[in-house]
């Protein structure tokens, strides 16, 4: 049997949801934060306050804090020195004006942090697959 709904004139759409909180090592956040990290200017620093700024308005549906942030650039940090054996390419500085970090300018990093978001948009493939799963069906 089929379910028939009627229509009610004057009801309020129920598609509202709450902001996301953004929280360190969550994918969905991480993802996000990264897909902004790779498209900042390359050698010069960026403070991360205007980082957590220009994310909030990216993703008017989530809440990032500066916490959450720097937590995300410094696993991208540990993630790079893996990799190269260096600190060069994620910098992470403090100055007058608060937090900052610089992106290395070289032809290495975006192919990096694109493996990076790669990763990253794989977890959340996996974490959404097991969240079907274990509903009892996968769309």
Known sequence: ???ELRDLPGLPDPGLQPPTMADAGD??????????????????PVRVRDIVDRL????????????????ALVQLQSNWMSDYRNGNGIELGAGSQGETVSIED????????IRQADRLHG??????RTFAVDEGSIP
């Open 1 to 3: 049997m089929v379910l």
């Open 27 to 44: 994918p969905f956040a991480e993802l996000r934060i990264v897909h902004l990290v790779a498209r900042l200017p390359r050698g010069v």
């Open 56 to 71: 909030n308005a990216e993703h008017l549906d989530w809440s990032f804090s500066r916490s959450v942030v720097v937590a």
């Open 106 to 113: 070289s032809s290495r990093v975006d192919p990096w942090i």
């Open 123 to 128: 977890a959340c493939t996996e974490r959404l």
